[in-house]
């Protein structure tokens, strides 16, 4: 019906087209997803956060084709550091929110589902 012309391609129909066909971009996710952050009133400062949290995952990741065991693998790569591992928890919850937008916006299924915070480790008192 699509190829006679007679019914629109489904969204979803055009998202598996894009993920099969390497040499075509989809939409950049990262930058409609900073755009809806905005569109909230969120701080400056937190789409800061997000913007450092995802140029670092998305030069890791393909954040598309991401699976649990990419975004471990992620996780734990990034090492403890003088706020021990408050950076590591603080990507999770980037992250954990932009697949949860994803799911909601595009209905794109959410790799992060099952996948447990990292601890952070208990403060000095």
């Known amino acids: 019906m699509v190829k006679s012309g007679k019914r629109p391609a489904s969204l979803r129909l055009l998202k598996a ?3 099969s066909m390497p040499g075509i971009k989809g939409p950049d996710y990262i930058a409609l997803f900073i755009e809806s952050r905005q569109a909230m009133g969120v701080s400056p400062q937190t789409i800061r956060f997000y913007l450092d949290r995802f140029r670092r995952y998305s030069a890791d990741v393909d954040y598309i084709k991401a699976t649990k065991a990419t975004i ?3 996780l734990n790569s990034i090492p403890a550091n003088q706020n021990g591992l408050a950076t590591r928890h603080s990507t999770y919850r980037a992250i954990k ?3 949860r937008w994803l799911q909601d916006t ?4 959410n790799p992060m589902k099952g996948i447990r915070a990292p601890i952070l480790g208990k403060p000095i008192l």
């Open 106 to 109: 595009y209905d794109i299924p």
């Open 72 to 74: 471990n693998k992620c």
């Open 97 to 99: 929110t932009f697949y």
């Open 17 to 19: 087209v894009a993920v």
